[in-house]
């Protein structure tokens, strides 16, 4: 079966649809964003996703109160391993990750392998979001907006937002301004998420640019030597999601519009 691909080609104004096979490894500048349903096939046990997960996934699974969440962590996890296995041609489950000090994950390097994949993975509401490099960095962030929301607490502004962020959020209805804010702050966890520090470092202390042309820059940090090489690129989402996707260089973002296991048959995996 087919993937729909979606090309953004940000460098103009049009959206380009094409129906292609799968690709392969991403082109040094090009970065494959994943957006899936999290819902899992009738014709797939969710035992089957379990058992393409790691041990220490498995536990940090039971850790959750909810059976939802639980499960959710799962079909994510399983997903992404799914995902990797297509471009790495080792089976899901055989797929091992290393660490980095802040608890970003990458793949653990084989003896001879040529690849230089980095990865990274959201999720929200019922939406997953995996983003595929070759050779370059990336950090990938999506928010549900919640039905009827329509206000923001201040503590989360101050947390998120510089004095000129809350200035400009404050133009514009509820809604739009939620929207805003998650847009705001999409940008900045998924730049976190890239360098590998997380919310490790205050959200605050970046400043997004606002501007309407991709990709989105970073205005201000700490070290703009890590910053200014970084672009933030919108996330072709459903209109009750929000998300961004950093790459530490200017590049081309292929969207897939797929469920991993729909090109998967679960008779090839042997464990």
Known sequence: MPLILKEQNFTSATRKYVDTPFQGIPGEKDVHVWITDLKVPHFIHLN????????DELNRAEKFKFPKDKKQFVIAHAYLRLIL???????PNKIEY???????????????????????????????????????EVGID??????????????????VLTKNEREALNKGGDHQRIRNFLNIWTSKEAFLKGIGVGLNYPPHRIEIS????????????CDMRTASTWCLYTLDCPKTYVGTVAVNCP?????YLHNPLHFFNQKLFVF
């Open 142 to 159: 999506i928010e549900y907006i919640k039905p009827h929301a329509t206000m923001l607490d201040m503590s989360t502004m101050n947390f």
């Open 85 to 91: 296995s297509k471009y790495t041609g080792c089976l």
């Open 48 to 55: 089957f996703l379990e058992s393409l997960l790691s041990q």
């Open 251 to 255: 590049s081309r973002v292929l969207h």
């Open 98 to 136: 290393e660490f980095g000090r802040y608890g970003k994950p990458f793949l653990k390097k084989q003896p001879g392998s040529m690849q230089h994949l980095s990865f990274n993975m959201s999720h929200a509401g019922t939406l997953g979001a995996y983003a595929i490099a070759n050779k370059v």
């Open 210 to 221: 606002q501007q309407l042309t991709q990709p989105r820059k970073i205005l201000t940090t």
